[in-house]
């Protein structure tokens, strides 16, 4: 079995899946249509909100590179990189108001 096939049926409960109850009043509603998928948003008050995760984003405190296969895993998190800038890029254009939060100040 490869990495990706072992990484992809990892389903955990995230942080995330609690966040909803907790930001009642907020007017952000989960998966909402907004261009590049955001974790939260609201299109009438144009605002997308965006949890990267510490392992997928390269968060600069819990970030791990794996020991193997370091070709791809270089190449998808450059991609990931280049990926978030233009969603940022496309979603400021449109006048939204972006926000990007790292998964661990969730956890606080």
């Keep these: 079995m490869t990495r990706s096939e072992m ?7 995230s942080k995330i899946e609690k966040l909803p109850k907790q930001m009642s009043g907020m007017y952000l509603r989960k998966h ?10 609201n299109k009438s008050r144009k605002i997308a909100v965006f949890i990267d995760g510490c392992f997928w984003h390269i968060c600069p405190i819990h970030f791990r590179m794996p020991k193997t296969n370091r ?8 991609y990931n990189a280049e990926r ?10 449109l006048d939204y108001n972006v926000i990007r939060i ?3 100040d969730i956890k606080k």
Excluded: A, C, Q
């Excluded at 990484?7 to 409960?13: E, L």
């Excluded at 909402?32 to 948003?41: A, E, S, V």
């Excluded at 978030?84 to 254009?93: A, G, P, R, S």
């Design 7 to 13: 990484m992809s049926r990892i389903r955990s409960v």
């Design 32 to 41: 909402p249509t907004i261009y590049g998928k955001p974790d939260f948003g």
């Design 71 to 78: 070709k791809f895993w270089i190449k998808k998190f450059k």
């Design 84 to 93: 978030d800038k233009m969603v940022n890029n496309t979603l400021e254009l």
């Design 102 to 104: 790292w998964e661990h």
